[in-house]
């Protein structure tokens, strides 16, 4: 583990050093993954340079950030149209006449904290999103960071023969287990939460759809593990007992706090990873104060649908 995690922390070390930036500043938040972008007002349409350096960056570092922002619930969709179409939630309700725009609330009162178990959005789909671009409104003044992880890494440090046993095999994703009828935010216990966030257990779909558990991102074409633990239900064509036991293992190793950084809002700070090589985790740590964000997820369109 030790070595291999040493390679592979220098090559994302490299990757972050590689592109030569112009219009932007990038700042590397950690070793793992992340990075704060400066000199961009993204309230506006991004220029063809300013446009590709971003999405280098974006690629680079799998989660990028932007502070002060200051942006209309349209502003944050145009946004994120730069790179790709956008998803609409069927399960989670949006903002008055935006229904690209997921609310995530959490009031003062609240036990419950969307997104508080790790996961990339949207996998549960046939075609998995691309990323989401989560934007703060009111965040408490300490307290209440997301956690982001590097599948990259995660994939790169198993062994030879754990890499050989994994390919081949497909995941099942699906939404019902958080979303569905009997889904974990309509339990009791989550009601609170099931009215702040509005997520609403309707007719919307919760198919099961199979995915690579290695799976090779269509942009950088590198190799990640592709799994989460509220999505990931199964491995193709194994019993219940036999997925349980290997995707026990993926889970805890792909969130081992060396795959990770973090990251600490503000007013007007935005997050945009991908979700096709990251996972994150909002954690529960500032009962008593209001958070609110809005996210959007972009859907990914290189790939076949
Ligand atoms: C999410 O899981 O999309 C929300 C993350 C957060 O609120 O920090």
Redesign the pocket.
């Given at each position: 583990m030790s070595r291999l995690y040493q390679q592979a922390v220098a090559r994302e070390r490299t990757n972050s050093a590689r592109s030569d930036y112009k219009r932007i500043e990038v700042h590397p938040i950690a070793g793992a993954l992340g990075a704060e972008i400066s000199g961009v007002d993204l309230s506006q349409p991004l220029d063809g340079q300013t446009f590709k350096e971003v999405h280098q960056a974006f690629l680079d570092h799998l989660v990028i950030f932007f502070r002060d922002q200051n942006l209309s619930p349209d502003q944050h969709k145009a946004f994120a149209r730069q790179f790709g179409e956008l998803h609409h939630n069927d399960f989670i309700h949006e903002i008055e006449d935006h229904p690209e725009i997921v609310r995530?609330a959490r009031a003062a009162t609240d036990q419950f904290?969307?997104?508080n178990d790790w996961?990339a959005?949207v996998t549960y789909t046939k075609v998995p999103s691309l990323g989401?671009v989560?934007y703060a409104l009111d965040v408490p003044d300490f307290g209440?960071d997301?956690l982001f992880s590097n599948l990259y890494t995660a994939y790169e440090t198993l062994s030879e023969t754990m890499k050989e046993t994994l390919s081949g095999l497909r995941g099942l994703h699906t939404a019902e287990a958080i979303f569905g009828k009997s889904g974990a935010y309509v339990q009791d216990n989550y009601k609170e939460g099931h009215k702040a966030t509005g997520v609403s257990h309707n007719e919307a779909s919760t198919e099961i759809y199979a995915h690579p558990i290695v799976r090779v991102h269509p942009e950088t074409n590198r190799k990640g593990l592709f799994v989460s633990s509220i999505f990931t239900v199964g491995i193709e064509g194994m019993s219940d007992d036999e997925s349980r036991a290997i995707l026990d293992f993926l889970f805890e190793h792909s969130v081992r706090p060396d795959f990770t950084s973090r990251f600490r809002w503000e007013k007007g700070s935005l997050a945009f990873w991908d979700n096709r090589c990251t996972l994150?985790y909002?954690l529960n740590d500032a009962a008593g104060v209001d958070?609110l964000?809005h996210?959007v997820t972009v859907l990914d369109g290189h790939v076949d649908g």
């Open positions: 995530v904290v969307f997104g996961h959005d989401s989560l209440g997301t994150h909002a958070r964000l996210r």
